[in-house]
């Protein structure tokens, strides 16, 4: 069932609307004679279609339009205006960015009816899969939280870590955030990796080796199939955060400035937690020690610039590990 809200002052008007509509089936049809209570109506409940005329008052149809369109989760419903006014005359920002289909009055009910049901189409398909990425990111958001159970704070950790570099080095506060939802995905591929080889207490056999380094890849061919900003970053991550500045990082050798900014972020804020970090066959290292490896690797393994700023916000970097140690603490 979709929904149409039409406005218009005249109630014959609507009437003929509502009659050619029910040729297309499954319709609701929601009629309003003022922009006013149209707008009221449509703060509380979502149309697929609008049918609007331009001559009304006190508020036009495209100031209506103006305002339904700043309404939450409103930004994409199609909207067709249909009015006695002339097309040139009202041509303005609103009507070049919101008006998706005009009609001039009397409207022809054929093309009318052909019109409105490309829209609905259209509209049908578009919400479809706006759910399907939704499942998607669902699915994504399970996989991190599975595969990351045992790891969940310090990948959390290593997040909050990620989004204090982004922050040293101005990345604008929108990316921050979106670095700091993103980074967690980076080792999302290592569900692809066996736990024979990803749970090993030894050291791994270069065919081992290979198929763990392929979870950079595989994180990016999952992540990769979203629409989603956050997660077209994750995929960017996941496939470039074992890249290392000099070349020799995997999977694809890139150098210095080729490697995405993102992927090298999480280089640093990686490698920095892990060596912090208890892990089964090592214990955690000092900072000094920390320190001096990430010194080692500016240039090599790190972008040097990185590192510097990474160095200078040491202090608020601790704060974070001592507020994850806390939290287990407690
Ligand atoms: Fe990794």
């Given at each position: 069932m979709q929904t149409v809200l039409a406005i218009d002052d005249g109630i014959k008007t609507l009437q003929a609307y509502e009659r050619v509509l029910q040729?297309?089936?499954k319709i609701e049809f929601v009629p309003y004679t003022t922009t006013r209570a149209a707008l009221m109506w449509a703060e509380n409940n979502e149309a697929d279609l609008v049918l609007i005329e331009?001559?009304?008052?006190?508020?036009t149809g495209l100031q209506f339009v103006d305002s339904f369109k700043k309404?939450?989760?409103?930004?994409q419903t199609p909207v067709m205006m249909i009015t006695g006014a002339n097309e040139n005359e009202i041509r303005n920002p609103t009507f070049e960015t919101h008006i998706d289909d005009f009609l001039q009055k009397p409207a022809d009910p054929i093309r009318f009816l052909a019109r409105a049901r490309s829209l609905l189409k259209v509209r049908e398909r578009e919400i479809m899969l706006e759910r399907q990425a939704l499942t998607l990111e669902d699915e994504v958001r399970k996989a991190t939280a599975s595969i990351l159970q045992a790891e969940e704070e310090t990948i959390f950790r290593m997040a909050h870590y990620a989004r204090l570099l982004a922050a040293a080095i101005d990345l604008s506060t929108k990316q921050q955030e979106y670095v700091f939802l993103a980074a967690?995905?980076?080792?999302?591929?290592?569900?692809?990796?066996p736990d024979s080889v990803l749970l090993k207490p030894g050291k791994l056999t270069p065919k081992e080796w290979e198929v763990m380094r392929a979870h950079a890849k595989a994180g990016y061919d999952i992540l990769s199939?979203?629409?989603s900003p956050v997660i077209q970053m994750g995929a960017e991550i996941a496939l470039s955060h074992h890249e290392k500045y000099d070349g020799?990082?995997?999977?694809?050798?890139l150098k210095g400035p080729d490697i995405p900014l993102t992927g090298r972020i999480i280089a640093i804020t990686d490698v920095f937690d892990a060596l912090l970090s208890q892990r089964p066959y090592k214990p955690a290292w000092p900072l000094p020690q920390v320190v001096q490896n990430l010194r080692e690797g500016r240039g090599r393994h790190f972008d040097p610039m990185l590192v510097d700023s990474f160095l200078e916000i040491m202090p608020d970097l601790l704060k974070v590990k001592k507020a994850f140690s806390d939290q287990e603490a407690a």
């Open positions: 040729q297309l089936g331009q001559d009304l008052e006190p508020m309404l939450k989760g409103r930004s967690p995905m980076h080792d999302i591929g290592k569900v692809a990796v199939q979203s629409d020799s990082g995997y999977p694809n050798g």
